[in-house]
Nanobody, 125 residues
Framework: QVQLVESGGGLVQAGGSLRLSCAAS????????MAWFRQAPGKERDFVAS????????AYADSVKGRFTISRDNAKNTLYLQMNSLKPEDTAVYYC??????????????????WGQGTQVTVSS
């Protein structure tokens, strides 16, 4: 198992930026793909972005493509999500997740076995 702790959430005005971080411990971070998901009130948890074990391949939800950037620093065991041009509809709790076994990115939450506690992002209009 890997332990994940998110940070960096907060309140920001529309058009602003935030950078989320996810610190990992307990398992070899660099061996596994990682992802960000989000859950808005009353809605299901949705895929945001995913990254391969090396950082060489990434994937994004259409709703965030061109605005969000996922990255990782394997030396620091940390995953990042840079969020620019934020919109009120980006308001949600953001979760980082570690793939159960695989090195390549995935869109499916069922592929991810370890989750952080989440960090709240609120975008005001």
């Amino acid at each position: 198992q890997v332990q994940l702790v998110e940070s960096g959430g907060g309140l920001v005005q529309a058009g602003g930026s935030l950078r989320l971080s996810c610190a990992a411990s307990g398992r070899t971070f660099r061996n596994y793909a990682m992802a960000w998901f989000r859950q808005a009130p009353g809605k299901e948890r949705d895929f945001v972005a995913s990254i391969s074990w090396s950082g060489g391949s990434t994937a994004y939800a259409d709703s965030v493509k061109g605005r969000f950037t996922i990255s990782r620093d394997n030396a620091k065991n940390t995953l990042y999500l840079q969020m620019n041009s934020l919109k009120p509809e980006d308001t949600a709790v953001y979760y980082c997740a570690a793939h159960r076994t695989g090195r390549y990115y995935s869109f499916d939450s069922a592929d991810f076995g370890s989750w952080g506690q989440g960090t709240q992002v609120t975008v005001s209009s």
